[in-house]
Nanobody, 124 residues
Framework: QVQLVESGGGSAQTGDSLRLSCAASGRTFSPYAMAWFRQAPGKEREFVARIRWVSGGFLYINPVKGRFTISKDNAKNEVYLQMDSLKPEDTAVYYC?????????????????WGQGTQVTVST
């Protein structure tokens, strides 16, 4: 089994930065892609960013383009989300997710492994 553990959430003010980390452990792990999702209160879980494990190809949703950066460390089996210029609308629980199968779209059901989530709260 694969376990994903997020860290790095917390409270921030508008314009601040936070860096989330996600560490994968368990059996030998070779994902096709790892991603970050977020879920705000009363809303559905939303795809934020994805990085392909081998090629490094990445994808972001428009609201975070230019502010968030997804990266990875293959040797450590870790993925990161650098969040700059944070806004109150970024407030959510952020989840790390992984898929060993090819991901054709970034709906949550296409990712088999999930972390427990880490809270990010941005105030004005």
């Amino acid at each position: 089994q694969v376990q994903l553990v997020e860290s790095g959430g917390g409270s921030a003010q508008t314009g601040d930065s936070l860096r989330l980390s996600c560490a994968a452990s368990g059996r030998t792990f070779s994902p096709y892609a790892m991603a970050w999702f977020r879920q705000a209160p009363g809303k559905e879980r939303e795809f934020v960013a994805r990085i392909r494990w081998v090629s490094g190809g990445f994808l972001y949703i428009n609201p975070v383009k230019g502010r968030f950066t997804i990266s990875k460390d293959n040797a450590k089996n870790e993925v990161y989300l650098q969040m700059d210029s944070l806004k109150p609308e970024d407030t959510a629980v952020y989840y790390c997710a992984a898929s060993e199968a090819v991901v054709v779209d970034n709906r949550p059901e296409n990712y088999a492994y999930w972390g427990q989530g880490t809270q990010v709260t941005v105030s004005t």
